[in-house]
């Protein structure tokens, strides 16, 4: 599976921003998408978590009620919506895919990555 994300972009503090997760390859609709962010200096970190096959969603928690994620597996994409953007919110956003199906939130049990796309929320 390749994973390309995009739609990140600079926004003010409130703004929004829809980010998108292209993938090629068979067997999209079987894989658990995650999304996970990583600012300068710091760790990568999960946002949100869409399972397969339930099609449950998992979020951190400060995201939660802000970001959404969902899936169109008739065009291989997985998307994260992002509204009330806050500065603590930029950073580098990536796309990846899980085979498994068990919940995780570290990035090291994510098989496929995406190239990252770039978020910066101004004050």
């Known amino acids: 599976v390749q994973l390309q994300a995009s739609g990140g972009g600079l926004v003010q503090a409130g703004g929004s921003l829809r980010l998108s997760c292209a993938a090629s390859?068979?067997?999209?609709?079987?894989?658990?998408m995650g999304w996970f962010r990583q600012a300068p200096g710091k760790e990568r970190e999960f946002v949100a978590r869409?399972?397969?096959?339930?099609?449950?969603?998992y979020y951190k928690d400060s995201v939660k009620g802000r970001f959404t994620i969902s899936r169109d597996n008739a065009k291989n994409t997985v998307y994260l919506q992002m509204n009330n953007l806050k500065p603590e919110d930029t950073a580098v956003y990536y796309c990846?895919?899980?085979?498994?199906?068990?919940?995780?939130?570290?990035?090291?049990?994510?098989?496929?990555w995406g190239q990252g796309t770039q978020v910066t929320v101004s004050s």
């Open positions: 390859g068979r067997s999209f609709s079987r894989y658990s």
């Open positions: 990846a895919a899980d085979q498994g199906t068990i919940v995780t939130m570290h990035h090291l049990d994510y098989d496929y």
């Open positions: 869409i399972n397969w096959p339930s099609g449950s969603t």
